[in-house]
Protein backbone atom coordinates (compact mmCIF):
# COMPACT_ATOMS: atom_id res chain seq x y z
CA UNK A 1 0.00 0.00 0.00
CA UNK A 2 1.50 3.75 -1.06
CA UNK A 3 1.04 6.27 0.87
CA UNK A 4 -1.68 8.14 -1.76
CA UNK A 5 -3.52 4.95 -1.10
CA UNK A 6 -3.39 5.20 2.77
CA UNK A 7 -4.35 9.05 2.65
CA UNK A 8 -7.34 8.55 0.03
CA UNK A 9 -8.70 5.85 2.51
CA UNK A 10 -8.13 8.71 5.46
CA UNK A 11 -10.15 10.90 3.24
CA UNK A 12 -12.71 8.89 2.64
CA UNK A 13 -13.51 7.77 6.04
CA UNK A 14 -13.68 11.43 7.11
CA UNK A 15 -16.28 12.21 4.96
CA UNK A 16 -18.34 9.20 5.63
CA UNK A 17 -18.01 10.13 9.29
CA UNK A 18 -21.68 11.23 10.79
CA UNK A 19 -20.14 14.12 12.66
CA UNK A 20 -19.17 15.71 9.43
CA UNK A 21 -22.24 15.16 7.62
CA UNK A 22 -24.14 18.81 7.21
CA UNK A 23 -26.81 20.09 5.52
CA UNK A 24 -26.13 23.04 2.63
CA UNK A 25 -25.91 26.08 3.53
CA UNK A 26 -28.00 28.08 0.91
CA UNK A 27 -31.65 26.10 -0.20
CA UNK A 28 -33.79 27.71 -2.58
CA UNK A 29 -36.52 29.46 -1.78
CA UNK A 30 -35.59 29.97 1.77
CA UNK A 31 -38.10 26.59 2.69
CA UNK A 32 -35.96 25.52 4.97
CA UNK A 33 -34.96 27.80 8.11
CA UNK A 34 -31.81 26.72 10.36
CA UNK A 35 -33.31 24.71 13.23
CA UNK A 36 -31.79 23.60 15.93
CA UNK A 37 -31.89 19.25 16.06
CA UNK A 38 -34.26 18.69 19.25
CA UNK A 39 -36.99 20.84 17.30
CA UNK A 40 -39.90 18.72 16.28
CA UNK A 41 -39.86 17.91 12.41
CA UNK A 42 -43.83 18.95 12.33
CA UNK A 43 -43.07 22.79 13.52
CA UNK A 44 -46.07 24.35 12.11
CA UNK A 45 -44.25 27.48 10.49
CA UNK A 46 -42.54 25.49 7.72
CA UNK A 47 -44.85 23.71 5.15
CA UNK A 48 -41.81 23.26 2.16
CA UNK A 49 -38.67 22.07 3.19
CA UNK A 50 -35.98 19.36 2.08
CA UNK A 51 -35.73 16.26 4.30
CA UNK A 52 -32.85 16.89 7.01
CA UNK A 53 -30.73 14.18 8.04
CA UNK A 54 -32.13 13.83 11.19
CA UNK A 55 -35.99 13.32 10.05
CA UNK A 56 -37.48 9.82 10.26
CA UNK A 57 -38.05 8.60 6.89
CA UNK A 58 -42.02 8.50 6.09
CA UNK A 59 -43.77 5.58 5.88
CA UNK A 60 -43.58 3.28 3.45
CA UNK A 61 -47.53 2.70 2.08
CA UNK A 62 -47.34 6.52 2.13
CA UNK A 63 -44.42 6.80 0.08
CA UNK A 64 -45.74 3.57 -1.91
CA UNK A 65 -49.36 5.30 -2.48
CA UNK A 66 -48.08 8.69 -3.19
CA UNK A 67 -45.13 7.80 -6.12
CA UNK A 68 -48.32 5.62 -7.30
CA UNK A 69 -50.24 8.48 -7.76
CA UNK A 70 -47.84 10.44 -8.92
CA UNK A 71 -46.88 8.18 -11.47
CA UNK A 72 -50.34 7.88 -12.74
CA UNK A 73 -50.17 11.75 -13.05
CA UNK A 74 -46.93 11.28 -15.13
CA UNK A 75 -48.67 8.85 -17.62
CA UNK A 76 -51.51 11.00 -18.29
CA UNK A 77 -49.13 13.74 -18.61
CA UNK A 78 -47.29 11.89 -21.20
CA UNK A 79 -50.38 10.92 -23.11
CA UNK A 80 -51.63 14.71 -22.70
CA UNK A 81 -48.02 15.47 -24.55
CA UNK A 82 -48.48 12.98 -26.90
CA UNK A 83 -51.82 13.79 -28.08
CA UNK A 84 -50.43 17.40 -28.38
CA UNK A 85 -47.68 16.90 -30.48
CA UNK A 86 -50.19 14.79 -32.87
CA UNK A 87 -52.14 17.74 -32.98
CA UNK A 88 -49.54 19.66 -33.50
CA UNK A 89 -47.92 18.42 -36.33
CA UNK A 90 -51.13 17.82 -37.97
CA UNK A 91 -51.82 21.43 -37.81
CA UNK A 92 -54.86 23.55 -37.78
CA UNK A 93 -54.80 24.21 -33.91
CA UNK A 94 -54.87 27.66 -32.87
CA UNK A 95 -51.16 29.49 -31.26
CA UNK A 96 -52.33 29.35 -27.72
CA UNK A 97 -52.49 25.89 -28.24
CA UNK A 98 -48.94 24.69 -27.07
CA UNK A 99 -48.25 27.12 -24.64
CA UNK A 100 -51.54 26.73 -22.70
CA UNK A 101 -51.10 23.06 -22.38
CA UNK A 102 -47.60 23.37 -21.10
CA UNK A 103 -48.02 26.19 -18.95
CA UNK A 104 -51.12 23.38 -17.33
CA UNK A 105 -48.58 20.34 -17.46
CA UNK A 106 -46.35 22.66 -15.46
CA UNK A 107 -48.68 23.78 -12.56
CA UNK A 108 -49.71 19.92 -12.33
CA UNK A 109 -45.75 19.23 -11.86
CA UNK A 110 -45.12 22.23 -9.53
CA UNK A 111 -47.88 20.78 -7.36
CA UNK A 112 -46.88 17.31 -7.21
CA UNK A 113 -43.28 18.48 -6.41
CA UNK A 114 -44.60 20.13 -3.49
CA UNK A 115 -46.58 17.30 -2.58
CA UNK A 116 -42.72 15.36 -1.93
CA UNK A 117 -41.02 18.36 -0.33
CA UNK A 118 -43.76 18.10 2.26
CA UNK A 119 -44.31 14.72 2.61
CA UNK A 120 -43.83 14.52 6.29
CA UNK A 121 -46.99 16.88 6.84
CA UNK A 122 -50.12 14.94 7.78
CA UNK A 123 -52.69 16.33 4.94
CA UNK A 124 -50.86 18.99 2.81
CA UNK A 125 -49.29 15.87 0.20
CA UNK A 126 -52.78 14.60 -0.38
CA UNK A 127 -54.18 17.85 -0.64
CA UNK A 128 -51.32 19.41 -3.24
CA UNK A 129 -51.44 15.80 -5.28
CA UNK A 130 -55.01 16.23 -5.72
CA UNK A 131 -55.11 19.60 -6.76
CA UNK A 132 -52.14 18.24 -9.41
CA UNK A 133 -54.94 16.49 -11.21
CA UNK A 134 -57.05 19.44 -11.61
CA UNK A 135 -54.97 21.14 -14.35
CA UNK A 136 -54.14 17.67 -15.90
CA UNK A 137 -57.49 17.23 -16.49
CA UNK A 138 -57.65 20.67 -17.97
CA UNK A 139 -55.24 19.03 -20.41
CA UNK A 140 -56.78 16.28 -20.97
CA UNK A 141 -59.95 17.99 -21.75
CA UNK A 142 -57.82 20.53 -24.28
CA UNK A 143 -55.90 17.71 -25.85
CA UNK A 144 -59.64 16.01 -26.77
CA UNK A 145 -61.00 19.32 -27.86
CA UNK A 146 -58.20 20.06 -30.23
Do not use: N
Amino acid sequence: MTTTDADEKTRIRQRSSPQEVSAPEVVPFGWEPTRPLTQEVGDEDVRFRFPAADDPAPGARRLLTMSIYASLLGLGGVGVGVRGLLSQISGGVPGWYTWVLAFFGMVSVALAVGAFLSIHRRVLPWVLLLGAAVPLAVDVLLAVAY
